[in-house]
């Protein structure tokens, strides 16, 4: 299960710290990332994160549009998965969703490959950021 929070309104070059709780896996051995849509456009694989029982040091990977301005984290103690965007962008503006491997059409080798993070199957009910003025 992944339930997102955070999303907001938010003024061109502020910030947004968008949350993701996790249930019923472990993210010693599961990718976790984020994507956005934006009606009429391809959905877009902003970030995702791995650190755990098969990568010790951990590997995270961005979308070439938000290197720099967002940042991916976690928090094991809460199950917790974070997405940290600053220097907002009208852009940036979008319904995001936390995406994990978990689904039926998941198969292992996606378990811990951040370039499979479009192909993830299991997804959040998502959190609405936009960004206006």
């Known amino acids: 299960q992944l339930v997102e929070s955070g999303g907001d309104l938010v003024q061109p070059g502020g910030s947004l710290t968008l949350s993701c709780e996790t249930a019923?896996?472990?993210?010693?051995?599961?990718?976790v990332g984020w994507i956005r849509q934006v009606p009429g456009k391809e959905s877009e694989g902003v970030a995702c994160?791995?650190?755990?029982?098969?990568?010790?040091?951990?590997?995270?990977s961005y979308a070439d549009s938000v290197k720099g301005r967002f940042t991916i984290s976690r928090d094991n103690a809460k199950n917790t998965v974070y997405l940290q965007m600053n220097s907002l962008k009208p852009d940036d503006t979008a319904v995001y969703y936390c995406?994990?491997?978990?689904?039926?059409?998941?198969?292992?080798?996606?378990?811990?490959?951040?370039?499979?993070?479009?192909?993830?199957?299991?997804w959040g009910q998502g959190t609405q950021v936009t960004v206006s003025s």
């Open positions: 995406v994990a491997p978990l689904g039926a059409k998941s198969p292992p080798n996606y378990h811990t490959d951040c370039g499979k993070l479009t192909e993830f199957d299991l």
């Open positions: 019923g896996f472990s993210l010693d051995f599961y990718a």
């Open positions: 994160l791995y650190r755990g029982f098969y990568n010790r040091e951990g590997t995270t």
